[in-house]
């Protein structure tokens, strides 16, 4: 051991010029570290250490800087979520919520270059994507077109989460925002993580929002991430992402030496652990049935709406005409009542009986045509 550490310095004054490079940057961190509250903004922004308070949120929360990541985009809500795995549990919690500043386009995926359209699906973000020399303040490219997009024929390049709250198909952050979570992420590729998921959905994969949207054309694009969105629900684990049949496979094994083929046949050994498949299909199945009945409520509310319009409008009419007596006899009073509910069935026990009831028609139509009033409008 005696002789190794007196080896180290004459190895280490071999690479001299990366030693010194090394210690310089270190020199320019402590140096940026003992401002304290002047901030960081003399360290190159691609190497900024977390602002003291972000570091604390993270220890409150059981989280160290160089833990694994993953970011959720919920795009109508222009919100994205940053998860990071929690060293109790070792899996995934919810750290932080921050505002989108932009995204172009609208609800529904990417389909090809130049729509100006920000994309939706499921996509992963190695080092090499990371963009420190941004005109944008930092980047990082979110993998666009993946396996899924190709299958599709789908084309697009460079679509960034970046700052500068800008957008032409990217997600544009503050740049307060961009600078924190491009430091989580590169503290996390330091902690060894060697790649994160980036996953972008249209919005909240709640039942109230799929029913809201279930006349989209990309409805069915959208049930299937929301599969997607329940194997991470149910596990708090990164969910493997696969593609076959030109769909996308959550959480699926095969045996080895077969592989999926984005545009081919799923592999017919394919499976899913049995727990989660199950806690998924129980999750979806919830969620399906709370979809129908407030898709039926929004029908229900749609069509009763026109309905009530009506009614609201011929009743205002009936009001403002005088009302008349209709005459009556024996016959029509034992009658079934008129469909539009004017009069009511009644059972005459005699002709005095009829000519009492005759003689207070307009009184009892006037009562009937108030309830309808008060009943639709």
Request: hydrophobic fraction near 35%; proline fraction near 6%.
């Amino acid at each position: 051991m005696g002789k190794q550490l007196r080896a180290m310095p004459v190895q280490m004054s071999k690479s001299g010029p990366i030693r010194r490079c090394g210690l310089g940057v270190a020199m320019v961190i402590a140096g940026g570290l003992l401002a304290g509250c002047t901030g960081f903004a003399d360290i190159p922004k691609q190497i900024r250490p977390l602002p003291s308070a972000v570091k604390a949120e993270l220890t409150e929360k059981n989280m160290r800087t160089s833990d694994p990541i993953l970011l959720r985009i919920f795009k109508e809500e222009s919100a994205m979520e940053v998860w990071k795995v929690r060293q109790d549990t070792g899996r995934f919690a919810l750290f932080k919520t921050y505002d989108i500043c932009k995204w172009s386009g609208k609800l529904g995926p990417k389909i090809k270059e130049g729509d100006r359209q920000a994309p939706e699906g499921f996509y992963t973000v190695t080092p090499a994507q990371m963009n420190p020399r941004s005109s944008y303040h930092l980047a990082f490219n979110i993998g666009f077109p993946n396996a899924f997009d190709r299958a599709h024929e789908r084309t697009g390049s460079h679509l960034m989460v970046h700052g500068a709250c800008s957008s032409a198909g990217c997600y544009s952050m503050e740049d307060d925002r961009i600078q924190e979570i491009y430091t989580m992420a590169r503290l996390s590729f330091q902690g060894g993580q060697r790649s994160f998921q980036v996953q972008a959905f249209p919005f909240r994969m709640t039942p109230a929002n799929l029913a809201k949207h279930r006349g989209s054309p990309h409805y069915e694009f959208w049930k299937m991430l929301k599969e997607g969105h329940d194997h991470f629900e149910v596990t708090h684990q990164q969910p493997k992402i696969d593609v076959c049949s030109s769909k996308y496979v959550f959480n699926s094994v095969v045996e080895e030496g077969v592989n999926y083929s984005p545009t081919g046949e799923c592999p017919a050994e394919m499976s899913v652990n049995p727990r989660i498949k199950q806690a998924v299909a129980s999750r979806m199945a919830r969620d399906n049935a709370k979809e129908l009945i407030i898709a039926a409520k929004l029908d229900k509310k749609k069509d009763g709406g026109l309905f009530g319009r009506s009614k609201r409008n011929e009743t205002a009419v009936a009001m403002s005409q005088p009302a008349v007596a209709v005459p009556l006899t024996t016959a029509s009073i034992a009658a079934p009542a008129t469909t539009d509910g004017t009069l009511p069935r009644i059972k005459p026990k005699s002709e005095q009986t009829v000519a009492a009831y005759t003689a207070k028609a307009p009184a009892r139509q006037g009562g009937i045509v108030k309830r309808l009033f008060r009943k639709f409008w």
